[in-house]
C-alpha cells in the first residue's frame, strides 16, 4: 500500500491505464503540454506523445463528439473538462448520441468524461457547479462520484473499462487535501456498488462525493453526544445501489439524504422517493433532505458557505430526526 492524494490517483490511474490499453488516449483543453488546468495530466503528454494526449479547440461540443467517433471504432478516450460547468456545451452529444447508441444498436460507447465539479473553491456561478443532476434522468449513461484517493483511482479504472459512458465526478476541493492508502497492483471498484463509511445505529447518512467527509465529521462530533450514525457513501450515482440504501435504512429506520448540489429535483429526491416506496414501513421518522440553496454558488467565500451544507446544517438535521 502506499499512500497518495485524491489528485495522483486520478493521475495514477490514467497512467496505468494508458500503458495497458493502447486504446486509451486523453482530449480536453489545455491537457497536453499545459499539463491540465489542474495538473492532473502533467507528464502525460512527454511520456505518451501527441496522439494520445491532445489539446483540443475550446469546444467541448466538438471534442466530445470526435471522443464518441473513436469509442465507436474501438479506442476508449477520456474526455478531461477543464470545468464540470462546460459540460453542458456538450450536452447533445452525451444525451442523444453516447447514451442513446447501446439502445440503438447494441453499439459499444466506452467514453469517459472526467468533469471536475463542486464548490468550496470560491470559484463563482461559472466554475463550482454540481452537474450529476443534470445527468441523472438519462438512461444510458453512468455517473460515478469518489469520495477518497482509493475510490477514485478505482473508480477511474472500472470506467475507462466499462462499455458504456461514464460521467466521472471528481470533486475540485478533494484534490491536494485528503489522502488515503491504495494497493500498489492493479485493482478496481465496481461501478454501482456503494459503501458503508462509518457503522452506525440509530441514524443513517446516504451521500457521495465530497459530503462524505462532511458527514464524518458531523458523526464524530454527534457521536460525543450519545448518537451513533451509520454513513453510507453511494460511489455511484447512476445506477443507484439501492440494495445498500435499502439496507441501512431497516437498520436505523431514520435518514437523512445529504448531498452538495442544489436540493430542488436532485439526487437526494430519488434516494427520499425510493425510500419511501419500497420501505416505508421501516420509517420511524420523515427522511431529510441536506443539500444546497435553490440559487447559482455565489463567488464570496462568505455567501458560499452559507449557500453549501456544513456539518453544523447535518448535526442539526439528525438531532431533528432523533427527537421525532
Known amino acids: 500500500m502506499k499512500e497518495i492524494t485524491y489528485l495522483e490517483a486520478i493521475k495514477e490511474a490514467l497512467d496505468e491505464e494508458m500503458a495497458r490499453d493502447a486504446g486509451v488516449f486523453i482530449l480536453g483543453e489545455d491537457v497536453g503540454v499545459y499539463g491540465g488546468a489542474f495538473r492532473v495530466t502533467e507528464g502525460l503528454f512527454n ?67 472526467r468533469a471536475p465539479y463542486g464548490g468550496n473553491i470560491h470559484g463563482g456561478a461559472f466554475h463550482s457547479q454540481c452537474i450529476e443532476g443534470f445527468f441523472f434522468n438519462v438512461p444510458g449513461l453512468k455517473i460515478v462520484a469518489p469520495s477518497t484517493a482509493y475510490d477514485a483511482k478505482g473508480l477511474l479504472k472500472a470506467s475507462i473499462r466499462d462499455n458504456d459512458p461514464v460521467i466521472y465526478c471528481e470533486h475540485k476541493y478533494l484534490y491536494r487535501r485528503i489522502k488515503d492508502s491504495v ?57 443507484l445501489d439501492k440494495k445498500a440504501i435499502f439496507d441501512t435504512v431497516k437498520k436505523t429506520n431514520k435518514v437523512a439524504v445529504l448531498h452538495e448540489q442544489t436540493k430542488t429535483g436532485g439526487v437526494g429526491a430519488e434516494v427520499s422517493a425510493l425510500i419511501n416506496e419500497y420501505c416505508f414501513d421501516f420509517l420511524d421518522a420523515p427522511i431529510i433532505r441536506i443539500a444546497a440553496l435553490d440559487t447559482p454558488v455565489p463567488y464570496s467565500a462568505q455567501m458560499e458557505e452559507a449557500f453549501l451544507p456544513q456539518t453544523k446544517d447535518v448535526i442539526s438535521a439528525v438531532e431533528k430526526l432523533m427527537r421525532y
Open 47 to 113: 511520456k505518451y506523445g501527441e496522439w494520445r494526449v491532445l489539446d483540443t479547440p475550446l469546444s467541448e461540443s466538438g471534442f466530445t463528439g470526435a471522443a464518441i467517433g473513436a469509442a465507436l471504432v474501438g479506442m476508449r478516450p477520456v474526455v478531461e473538462m477543464q470545468f464540470a460547468d462546460f459540460i453542458s456545451c456538450a450536452f447533445d452529444q452525451l444525451v442523444n448520441v453516447a447514451a442513446k447508441n447501446h439502445y440503438r444498436w447494441g453499439g459499444a460507447t466506452p467514453i469517459v468524461i
Open 183 to 239: 494497493p500498489e497492483e492493479d485493482y478496481v471498484v465496481p461501478i454501482g456498488k456503494a459503501r458503508t463509511a462509518l457503522e452506525g445505529k440509530d441514524v443513517s447518512i446516504i451521500t457521495y462525493g465530497a459530503m462524505i467527509h462532511t458527514a464524518l465529521e458531523a458523526a464524530q462530533t454527534l457521536r460525543q453526544n450519545g448518537i451513533s450514525c451509520e454513513v453510507i457513501d453511494l460511489r455511484t450515482i447512476l445506477p
